[in-house]
């Protein structure tokens, strides 16, 4: 069983940290591709980072760029997001999602992911 279990949201202040997790299980880790999207009240769901399965490559949306940092650990099949500098409009629910792929045009488009985890809360006040 496929299994994508996210950890590590809470609240914050504006300007702090969090780390979140994704611990996958059910498939194989090197051969997928994994990114985190987030969805906030009343919004669409917008693709945040991606991590190639084979080589590593990272990519980031323009909003996070420079705050937040994605990296695996292959040894655990987790993926890590360490984010940074938070503001509230970082504030959402955040979700780990697994596909065979390599980075296109079309990897912010939630709907291509095959595996979703749960989610988790991440609030940031001002």
């Not at 420079?66 to 292959?74: A, K």
């Not at 040894?75 to 997001?81: F, I, P, Q």
């Amino acid at each position: 069983e496929v299994q994508l279990v996210e950890s590590g949201g809470g609240l914050v202040q504006a300007g702090g940290s969090l780390r979140l997790s994704c611990a996958t299980s059910g498939f194989d880790f090197d051969d997928y591709a994994i990114a985190w999207f987030r969805q906030a009240p009343g919004k669409q769901r917008e693709g945040v980072s991606f991590i190639s399965g084979d080589d590593g490559s990272t990519y980031y949306a323009d909003s996070v760029q420079g705050r937040f940092t994605i990296s695996s650990d292959n040894a655990k099949d987790t993926v890590y997001l360490q984010m940074n500098s938070l503001k509230p409009e970082d504030t959402a629910v955040y979700y780990c999602a697994a596909d065979i792929r390599n980075w296109d045009e079309n990897s912010w488009f939630w709907a291509d992911y095959d595996y979703w985890g749960q989610g988790t809360q991440v609030t940031v006040a001002s």
